[in-house]
């Protein structure tokens, strides 16, 4: 991964949001954002904060957090460790 997030930001790859639900095709318009996704790289922290998140690590999110990037064809997001609602183990 060349993307290395600053400070206390994390670089998530959202889960892919389903595509059909009991038989019914959802159109890419309908579809409702994922709020669930894997942590592929984590900065380093503040002096203030100190980063609790890993690679590899499932986490949940707000709806409108981080900002949307496309990297080398794969849509990312990154966002500040505080919009990370939780952990899933």
Known sequence: ????????????????AEEKIGGIIIP??????????????????????????KAGDTVLYG???????EFEGEKYLIMRQSDVLAVIA
């Not at 890419?28 to 998140?53: H, N, S």
């Open 1 to 16: 991964m060349n993307i290395q997030p600053l400070a206390d930001r994390v670089l998530v790859k959202p889960a892919t």
């Open 28 to 53: 890419d318009t309908a579809k409702e954002k994922p709020l669930r996704g894997e942590i592929v790289a984590a900065g380093k922290g503040t002096k203030d904060e100190v980063m609790e998140l």
């Open 63 to 69: 709806k409108y957090a981080g900002t949307e990037l």
